[in-house]
C-alpha cells in the first residue's frame, strides 16, 4: 500500500506569511495528488488536484507542485480565512491514502 | 446542485452491526465511482473504500476488510457501507464522497456532511 506523510504536522503562522506543506509518497504517484483544507465540524474541500491543478473557484494563492514522490501546497499570503487543516492525497492507486494532515495555526 | 446526504449512523456496542446510507442526487449517480472517508474524533482523514460504477470493482482499507461492504443501488442514487463487527476504533464520522470525474477514480470534488457512528458499550 501507498503511505503518505505530511511534514509539518503543526505550522504557526502570521497573515500575509508564504506557507508550504510537504507530502512525500512511499512510492511514485506520478502526478495523482490532490491537496484538501478542512475546517472544524466540517466536510473537506478539495484545492488543488493532479498535483497543480487549481479547483475552480479556489483563491489563486494556493498553488501546487511536485511529481513522483515529492509534493507541495504553497500559499503565497496566508489570510485569515485560510487557517484549518490541511489534507494530501493519492490517487494513484485505488487505496486512495491520505496524508495525516497539517494544521496551520495562528502565530 | 449536486448533493450528498448521509445517514444511518447512532451509537452501537463493540461487535454491532451498522448500515450506512448516502443519497445522491444532482448528477448521474451511476456514472461515478464513490468512496467512503472517515474521520476518527480528532485524527486525520482515512479512506475507508470505494467502489465502481456498476459494483463489480470494491476495494477497502486493510483495517476493515472482511468486516465492512460497499455496494451501490444506481436505480435509488444510493451509497450504502455495511459495517459488522464494529469496534471502539472504528468510532468516527463517515463521509461519502464523489471524484470529480465520471468514469474513473479521481480527486474527490463533493463530499457529503458526514454521519457519527460511535461504538461504546
Known amino acids: 500500500d501507498i503511505q503518505m506523510t505530511q511534514s509539518p504536522s503543526t505550522l504557526s503562522a502570521s497573515v500575509g506569511d508564504r506557507v508550504t506543506i510537504t507530502c512525500r509518497a512511499s512510492q511514485s504517484i506520478i502526478r495523482w495528488l490532490a491537496w484538501y483544507q478542512q475546517k472544524p465540524g466540517k466536510a473537506p474541500k478539495l484545492l488543488i488536484y493532479?498535483?497543480?491543478s487549481l479547483e475552480v473557484g479556489v483563491p489563486s494563492r494556493f498553488s501546487g507542485s511536485g511529481s513522483g514522490t515529492e509534493f507541495t501546497l504553497t500559499i503565497s499570503s496566508l489570510q485569515p480565512d485560510d487557517f484549518a487543516t490541511y489534507y494530501c492525497q493519492q490517487y494513484n492507486s485505488y487505496s486512495g491514502t491520505f496524508g495525516q494532515g497539517t494544521k496551520v495555526e495562528i502565530k | 446542485e449536486v448533493q450528498l446526504v448521509e445517514s444511518g449512523g447512532g451509537l452501537v456496542q463493540p461487535g454491532g452491526s451498522l448500515r450506512l446510507s448516502c443519497a445522491a442526487s444532482g448528477f448521474t449517480f451511476s456514472s461515478y465511482w464513490m468512496t467512503w472517508v472517515r474521520q476518527s474524533p480528532g485524527k486525520g482523514l482515512e479512506w475507508v473504500a470505494n467502489i465502481n460504477q456498476d459494483g463489480s470493482e470494491k476495494y477497502y482499507v486493510d483495517s476493515v476488510k472482511g468486516r465492512f461492504t460497499i455496494s451501490r443501488d444506481n436505480a435509488k442514487n444510493s451509497l450504502y457501507l455495511q459495517m459488522s463487527s464494529l469496534r471502539v476504533e472504528d468510532t468516527a464520522v463517515y463521509y461519502c464522497?464523489?471524484?470529480?470525474?465520471?468514469?474513473?477514480?479521481?480527486?474527490?470534488?463533493?463530499w457529503g456532511q458526514g454521519t457519527l457512528v460511535t461504538v461504546s458499550s
Open positions: 464522497a464523489r471524484p470529480q470525474y465520471s468514469g474513473g477514480w479521481y480527486s474527490l470534488d463533493c
Open positions: 493532479k498535483a497543480s
